[in-house]
């Protein structure tokens, strides 16, 4: 005998009922009339078992049947007798069709978009219209539609935008393409901006090519930084040689612990590299005036005082900045404070753009458990900002560059750019595609 408490009884399967989806009713008129092709069905995701019985179907017993541009069946009828009307009917719901996939209403940009559409409907409505007159419904010109008819062709899969290397040799080679892969992967500078690989990849040789396509590329494959639009400011101080103008900040940081810590940062406003920087658990005046020694000692007392002139240093009105002992240390040297939007109009945004870099593309990218790892990670990003990143705003210099005074040879480069856009073409007409037509 089965004891009852020892019997498990599996609960009834749940029958689920197969959903199907449903086809809209002026699709199937419009397939029966004509107007849609078999592939074009097949190409929407309609198999051919599906739209093979729709000629048996009689539209008659459908009351107050419309089309979805509002026309009737009797109006249709006599619109695709009319090989013109028809011709625009086509091309009035492919632009339809791209209005409703697009958020800006931007008819070309749409058309670009959606190539592979507007290729296949103004090829078939030129039969009937000149091709000027269904061209401009798509607000595109005859030359850009065969331009785009033959990437629509000659599509190739070595490519990063799926065109024929050999018909447009002008795109980056395969190795190109590699190098702002590899370029851009490295993960010892994973908070480093766009524009400061592409400088780095150009001075070091791994590529040849202009910042635009550098962009382009990486917004291709993915690579693109996702940064909200900055609200552009008035320009500010800007000095035309080192040791003219300082800037002068604390930025306070939490590390993982909870705990704040104060990093004085000194930076000279030709160069943007870092002269000084201290770090501590407390906001003191102590580390500001030992910022302002050490800048002193290593760049400035070596110069000749008739060679140079003071010193304009900008920093906000904090008690760390305009404590006496700093007040009393700059009279006995040539530099002479400015309190930012009180001396002067400017603020201090120099300085404050560079402790923002080094928060989000270095502090943020770590993980800093405490102050001393704080204070390690500083010891190797700081040299990492002033020697090993360039900068967009010096041109592709480095800080430590810019502050020696070296400048970019433009003649070297627009030999360089030639020679590879050259060799490029070359390799390019020379490589064998898999997958496009062109033999």
Sequence with gaps: MIDSATVTYAPNPVKTRKTYNKIATSLKYLYVSGFYSGKELRNLGIAPSTYSSWRNTDFSRYLCFKLDSGLTPDELKMILSNKKLRAILR?????????????????????????????????KARDSLKLDLACRFFHISPSTFHSWSKQVKNKCLDSTFNLC??????????????????????????????????????????????????????????LSRITPKKKRYPAGIRADAPNKVWHLDVMKFKTMDNKWSFIHILVDNFSRMILAYRVSLKLEAANTLSCLRE???????????????????????????????VKTYLSTVPIKQLIAQKDISFSNSMVEAVNKSLKYNSFFQANLIDHNALVKHLAAAIP?????????????????????????????????????AKRRIRENQDSKCVVCTVE
């Design 91 to 123: 091309v009035s719901t492919t632009i339809i069709k791209i209005f409703s996939k697009i958020s800006k209403k931007s008819l070309f940009s749409g058309a670009r978009r959606f190539k592979d559409l507007v290729i296949t409907t103004i090829t």
């Design 384 to 420: 990492e900002f002033n020697s090993e990143r360039p900068l967009g705003v010096l041109e592709g210099l480095t800080p430590e560059q810019a502050y020696n005074g070296e400048k970019i040879d433009m003649q070297i480069v627009r030999t360089r750019l030639d020679e590879a």
């Design 295 to 325: 800048a002193y000692y290593k760049y400035i007392d070596n110069t000749p005082l008739s060679e140079h002139e003071p010193v304009l240093l900008i920093s906000d009105g904090g008690a760390e900045n305009t404590a006496t002992e």
């Design 165 to 222: 290397l050999r018909i447009w040799p002008n795109q980056l080679t395969k190795t190109e393409v590699n190098a702002v892969k590899t370029v851009c992967s490295d993960p010892s500078r994973r908070g480093w901006p766009l524009i400061a690989f592409y400088y780095r990849a150009f001075r070091d040789n791994l590529i040849s090519f202009s910042l635009n396509t550098f962009y382009k590329y990486a917004a291709c494959l993915g």
